[in-house]
């Protein structure tokens, strides 16, 4: 199952199936937006905005980077500016200049009017649910969810009178019965973060809004840089900053970029919960996303050679790796997305899951681990079963999950060949 036809270039689009031009980014509405910093700007590059968005060096005394804001008081004129509150910045909880930079280069990026930013990206899946739902409504959510997204799902929103129900996102006819029956929200993940099947996110997206539901779209495998929810009809666009954004693998941080009333919602929500995040924090998220580009551009070509080399291997069963010609999810891939990173599933052909868990064991530069997106490389093999109820993953065929990482990619095929070896 080789590449067809991919050049050897780290160009962000190193895919020669997706164009080599620069990724046009839509202009934010201005009339509407939330976040000031980016209410005006003319429509620019990703490169671009990756590197000036949510700056103002002539605000702060020319320094390059905004302050990092630690603050919970905020003082007043006088008693009457406590009550009008037309004060910009009125409690550290309800923005500073720290968040606002970082909401506004996020809105840029995901061509919203809002960004929430919150304490986990956990936490940013359980507020857009939260903010969606109320007791009696009924919640459509696809099979391949992130399994703690699946246990608040199961747990918090049942406990509070709402109605789970898990869908196959392959599944149309079952998708369409179910949102027929009724639907609040619709949440979607694609790929899933397991077994990395693509779904048909503009048509879920299509048929959930005419059926009234909120969308809501986990898109922290695909980054802003290769997939924009909100283009694709989706309301609101879910990260993890912990991954890709962030980049480092040392914090945990949440986004939900949205418009219009389903991000007013989102706003409301967190600050009911009280959810706030640490100056520091986003500090480090926006000094992580100066250098998406290239982090993600070194990523799809380290990840595209380990899995070009793999799926040539004779012991391989499936590369699941959506950019990979022939792999499950291709076509929808390369109709809706910009580009691939660095998470994806293998499968070995009739081996034992002993055998296999093995083979990880004998890994040296892959560490042990079940987080993605940072410099580093991790191996791990989830049990995938355990985390589904509509669809089912075949028992005999364990999987390896892989996120590679900034290392050369000789080191890591050389890795994985002597481990191999064990099989
Ligand atoms: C697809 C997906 N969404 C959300 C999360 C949650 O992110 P966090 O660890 O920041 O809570 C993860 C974490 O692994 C994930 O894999």
């Given at each position: 199952m080789p590449f067809e036809n991919?050049?050897?270039?780290?160009?962000?689009?190193?895919?020669?199936?997706?164009?080599q031009t620069p990724i046009n980014l839509p202009t934010p509405?201005?009339?509407?937006?939330?976040?000031?910093?980016?209410?005006?700007?003319p429509k620019r590059r990703v490169a671009t905005t990756l590197a000036h968005?949510?700056?103002?060096p002539t605000a702060y005394h020319g320094f390059i980077n905004p302050p990092v804001v630690h603050a919970s008081t905020v003082l007043f004129p006088d008693v009457q500016a406590t009550r009008t509150r037309?004060?910009?910045?009125?409690?550290g909880i309800n923005g500073t200049p720290t968040t606002d930079a970082l909401a506004s280069i996020m809105n840029e990026l995901e061509g919203a009017e809002h960004t929430a930013l919150v304490s986990s990206g956990l936490a940013a899946c359980t507020i857009a649910f939260a903010s969606a739902l109320k007791a009696g409504d009924r919640a459509l959510v696809t099979d391949n969810v992130y399994m703690p997204t699946r246990r608040f799902s199961n747990g918090f929103l049942s406990r509070f009178g709402v109605e789970i129900v898990y869908f196959d996102p392959l599944d149309h006819a079952a998708y369409e019965t179910e949102l027929e029956k009724g639907a609040a929200a619709v949440f979607l993940e694609a790929?899933?973060?397991?077994?990395f099947e693509m779904c048909d996110i503009p048509y879920l997206a299509a048929r959930a809004k005419a059926a009234g539901a909120v969308t809501m779209m986990d898109n922290t495998w695909a980054t802003p840089l290769f997939f924009r929810p909100l283009e694709h009809g989706v309301d609101l666009s879910i990260h993890a900053?912990?991954?890709?954004?962030?980049?480092?693998?040392?914090l945990l941080f949440g986004t939900i970029s949205g418009r219009g009333e389903a991000i007013a919602n989102v706003r409301n929500t967190v600050q009911e919960f009280g959810e706030n995040v640490g100056p520091d924090d986003v500090y480090s998220v926006m000094r992580g996303i100066r250098t998406l580009q290239p982090r993600m551009a070194q990523f799809q070509h380290n990840t595209r050679k380990v899995a070009e080399w793999l799926s040539a291997d004779?012991?391989?069963?499936?590369?699941?790796?959506?950019?990979?010609?022939?792999?499950?999810g291709h076509a929808l891939w390369k109709r809706d997305f910009e580009g691939a990173t660095s998470l994806f599933a293998v499968t070995f052909k009739g081996r034992t899951e002993a055998e296999i868990m093995k083979m990880v064991d004998s890994?040296?530069?892959?560490?042990?681990?079940?987080?993605?997106?940072?410099?580093e490389s991790l191996a791990t093999m989830p049990v995938v079963n355990a985390t589904r109820s509509a669809t089912r993953w075949p028992d005999d065929e364990p999987l390896v999950r892989i996120n590679i990482g900034l290392e050369d990619p000789a080191d890591l095929i050389a890795d994985l060949d002597q481990a191999m070896a064990h099989l």
């Amino acid at each position: 199952m080789p590449f067809e036809n991919i050049p050897n270039s780290s160009g962000l689009h190193g895919c020669s199936e997706h164009s080599q031009t620069p990724i046009n980014l839509p202009t934010p509405r201005r009339e509407n937006s939330m976040d000031d910093a980016s209410a005006a700007r003319p429509k620019r590059r990703v490169a671009t905005t990756l590197a000036h968005a949510g700056r103002d060096p002539t605000a702060y005394h020319g320094f390059i980077n905004p302050p990092v804001v630690h603050a919970s008081t905020v003082l007043f004129p006088d008693v009457q500016a406590t009550r009008t509150r037309t004060q910009k910045y009125t409690y550290g909880i309800n923005g500073t200049p720290t968040t606002d930079a970082l909401a506004s280069i996020m809105n840029e990026l995901e061509g919203a009017e809002h960004t929430a930013l919150v304490s986990s990206g956990l936490a940013a899946c359980t507020i857009a649910f939260a903010s969606a739902l109320k007791a009696g409504d009924r919640a459509l959510v696809t099979d391949n969810v992130y399994m703690p997204t699946r246990r608040f799902s199961n747990g918090f929103l049942s406990r509070f009178g709402v109605e789970i129900v898990y869908f196959d996102p392959l599944d149309h006819a079952a998708y369409e019965t179910e949102l027929e029956k009724g639907a609040a929200a619709v949440f979607l993940e694609a790929p899933g973060s397991l077994t990395f099947e693509m779904c048909d996110i503009p048509y879920l997206a299509a048929r959930a809004k005419a059926a009234g539901a909120v969308t809501m779209m986990d898109n922290t495998w695909a980054t802003p840089l290769f997939f924009r929810p909100l283009e694709h009809g989706v309301d609101l666009s879910i990260h993890a900053a912990t991954k890709y954004l962030s980049g480092h693998s040392d914090l945990l941080f949440g986004t939900i970029s949205g418009r219009g009333e389903a991000i007013a919602n989102v706003r409301n929500t967190v600050q009911e919960f009280g959810e706030n995040v640490g100056p520091d924090d986003v500090y480090s998220v926006m000094r992580g996303i100066r250098t998406l580009q290239p982090r993600m551009a070194q990523f799809q070509h380290n990840t595209r050679k380990v899995a070009e080399w793999l799926s040539a291997d004779a012991r391989v069963g499936k590369v699941l790796y959506p950019a990979l010609p022939g792999a499950p999810g291709h076509a929808l891939w390369k109709r809706d997305f910009e580009g691939a990173t660095s998470l994806f599933a293998v499968t070995f052909k009739g081996r034992t899951e002993a055998e296999i868990m093995k083979m990880v064991d004998s890994l040296t530069l892959f560490g042990i681990g079940a987080s993605w997106g940072g410099f580093e490389s991790l191996a791990t093999m989830p049990v995938v079963n355990a985390t589904r109820s509509a669809t089912r993953w075949p028992d005999d065929e364990p999987l390896v999950r892989i996120n590679i990482g900034l290392e050369d990619p000789a080191d890591l095929i050389a890795d994985l060949d002597q481990a191999m070896a064990h099989l």
